[in-house]
């Protein structure tokens, strides 16, 4: 006996978090090749973006906060970074991005 069938919303579900984790992963790799430090801290749910210390920008990602918050706000984030304009991220990213730019 095969385990039972994998329904599509279950799928395309799976896909959809795949697809997130992978833009996530990118982002911190384009944040880590403009020279901002990653650091990954339980604040509360409601915390993460971009702070100066010690005169150098780190990007907080809050452990305590879902992976779909996560991944927005370090899109927000990421939107007030200027050096990514002239560099290579991947379509599905920059696209992330720049609808937290548009915002303002």
Partial sequence: MGAPPVSSTKRGRRAQEVGMASAF???IEVAKRVGIVVRHARLGGAGGGIASVKGRRQLFIDLDAEPADQLERT??????VSEIDGMFVRPDVREMIERYRARG
Wanted: charged fraction near 35%; avoid cysteine; proline fraction near 0%.
């Fill in 25 to 27: 992963e990118e982002m």
């Fill in 75 to 80: 899109a927000a984030a990421m939107a007030r």
